[in-house]
């Protein structure tokens, strides 16, 4: 298990940027497939995006498609969420997971898959 810190989160207007980033403690997050989920108040956290540990596949909600880019930099133990053209229905707290089976170009969309997790980044998109 690693630790995870997320940051970058922040108030944006609508149409606006941000990046957030997840930075591990250990090289063992290299290992594994690293993706973002998103919560707001009363609902359950959702997939956002993910990458495999080796950068060759990457997926991403629809609701984020073609908006969000996720990334990673194996020298800064560290991968990144460029969100661009941003909704108030962004508006969430964003957490960075990792998990999985190591070195598996696997894909996972559900929270309970991952282990390790961040205490999360809070964006706020308003109107």
């Known amino acids: 298990q690693v630790q995870l810190i997320e940051s970058g989160g922040g108030l944006v207007q609508a149409g606006g940027s941000l990046r957030l980033s997840c930075t591990a403690s250990?090289?063992?997050?290299?290992?594994?497939?690293t993706t973002w989920f998103r919560q707001t108040s009363g609902k359950e956290r959702e997939f956002v995006a993910a990458?495999?540990?080796?950068?060759?596949?990457?997926d991403y909600a629809l609701s984020v498609k073609g908006r969000f880019s996720i990334s990673r930099d194996d020298v800064k133990n560290s991968v990144y969420l460029q969100m661009s053209s941003l909704k108030p229905e962004d508006t969430a707290n964003y957490y960075c997971?990792?998990?999985?089976?190591?070195?598996?170009?696997?894909?996972?969309?559900?929270?309970?898959?991952?282990?390790?997790w961040g205490q999360g980044t809070l964006v706020t998109v308003s109107s």
């Open positions: 250990g090289r063992t997050f290299l290992q594994y497939t």
């Open positions: 990458i495999t540990w080796d950068g060759r596949l990457t």
């Open positions: 997971a990792a998990g999985g089976t190591a070195f598996s170009r696997s894909i996972y969309y559900t929270p309970n898959e991952y282990s390790s």
